[in-house]
């Protein structure tokens, strides 16, 4: 082979080269494309999570990204065009009425061929005693022989019924098909008037500072202050030698503050350190001068739950309300005249009338988990018409569940909320 041809050889193998490799690139990111597409069906895949009361784990489902935590009773998920869905639970553990409704809603969904599910959480089969005969009619033959502390799963993706019974948790994935045309609405938005005032707003362990949640700092006072907030939650405990701080735990407090000595730090140990190494620590002696300084701020606490020994220690009474995790705690406040908030375990324990327990103790304001409310909502419109304010936690504690969504779908059934951060939306002249 000549020189010339030798190199016109190893040119167009070059060439041959180049071509081929852009060849497999293209392809290559075809490739890429068509398993791109394929992902964003997985948002039409419905994954439900039953678990029953023995497990401890919150029963939950998945679809379109979104993630719901659901509670006692049974939900029922129902599927609407567009890739959209409404849910609403019913107890089923603890009210006839809602097993009521529940089957004349599945009649109803039933008759008119929708695509929905059914997913039970903790004790579902209480109240479904004495209607077994109606829920065979309709098809839910394994539900009406569901026992109490059972995971249960059903739906009609397929438009065959299926039903999944076990003694501890089901998890099933499953493919919704994307020609579901229902825009029929069976669980329709409620919607409750309220004025936006600054009392329905209290900083979470005083809020968001930089984007740092749960700092009970005196950064994370001064800049919700600056912000708007006027109600600030710090959470109280004590030092190994029995000094008054603001932190949630001391677990938490040594992960933000990298200490490593032993636990609970002394009290000159706790101011010593700095949390996330920015953000300073506070005593008692500390919130004392910042509310000193701020005379229209008003303290909310959490974990303590000794009312009389707090009160005396702070600086105000008049601008305390205390957070109280027992009836005893309770009455001990409404005692000696300290404002309280009944933390929601002690507010479901008590038996008979709980409205008249509360007025009788003189408490005004209830913290309850924001997603109890759309079970409890009886309750929740029984302390609203008692003129008792209703204050949710958990915001930020589930997807897409924020200060926003909140001020949009649950404010009105309840007072207001342990916010993180402040919004637009909270801005008011009351």
Excluded: C
Aim: aromatic share 10%; hydrophobic share 40%.
């Amino acid at each position: 082979m000549t020189k010339l041809s030798q190199l016109l050889f190893n040119h167009t193998y070059a060439m041959l080269l180049i071509f081929l490799f852009v060849n497999i690139s293209i392809r290559a990111k075809n490739i890429n494309v068509r398993d791109s597409s394929y992902t964003n069906l997985k948002s039409f895949e419905l994954v439900l999570n039953s678990h029953s009361f023995n497990t401890n784990e919150r029963s939950t489902f998945v679809y379109a990204s979104q993630t719901e935590a659901i509670e006692r009773g049974l939900t029922i998920i129902h599927l609407q065009a567009g890739n959209k869905l409404e849910f609403k639970t019913f107890d089923t553990y603890g009210s006839k009425e809602d097993v009521i409704d529940f089957i004349e809603v599945i009649s109803k969904m039933l008759t008119s061929n929708e695509i929905f599910a059914i997913l039970a959480h903790d004790s579902a089969a209480a109240q479904l005693k004495g209607f077994e005969k109606q829920l065979h009619q309709i098809g839910l033959i394994q539900l009406s022989k569901l026992r109490g502390r059972q995971a249960y799963v059903m739906h009609n993706i397929n438009s065959d019924i299926v039903e999944m019974v076990n003694d501890n948790s089901i998890t099933v994935s499953l493919n919704v098909p994307t020609t579901i045309k229902s825009k029929d609405v069976y669980f329709p938005k409620e919607i409750y008037e309220f004025d936006s005032k600054i009392d329905r707003y209290i900083a979470h362990a005083g809020g968001e500072v930089n984007g740092v949640k749960l700092t009970n700092s005196k950064n994370a006072l001064d800049e919700n202050y600056k912000k708007g907030f006027r109600n600030f939650e710090l959470d109280i405990i004590e030092t190994s030698d029995g000094k008054l701080v603001a932190a949630h735990d001391w677990n938490m407090w040594a992960r933000f503050t990298d200490y490593m000595g032993s636990l609970p730090p002394t009290h000159a140990e706790f101011m010593n350190q700095k949390i996330y190494g920015d953000y300073t620590t506070l005593d008692i002696d500390g919130i004392n001068n910042w509310f000193k300084n701020h005379p229209d701020a008003t303290l909310i606490t959490g974990m303590i739950n000794d009312p009389i020994s707090f009160a005396k220690a702070f600086v105000d009474k008049e601008r305390l309300i205390m957070e109280l995790f027992s009836v005893m705690a309770i009455e001990k406040a409404s005692a000696n005249g300290i404002q309280t908030i009944i933390s929601q375990e002690p507010l479901m324990t008590i038996k008979g009338d709980k409205v008249n327990f509360l007025k009788v103790n003189n408490v005004k304001h209830v913290a309850v988990s924001r997603r109890i409310i759309s079970s409890q909502k009886k309750l929740m419109l029984q302390l609203k018409d008692a003129g008792i304010k209703v204050y949710v936690f958990n915001v930020n504690f589930d997807t897409g569940k924020d200060e926003q969504y909140v001020y949009d779908n649950e404010l009105g059934l309840v007072y207001g909320m342990y916010a993180d951060k402040w919004i637009s939306a909270m801005n008011s002249k009351n």
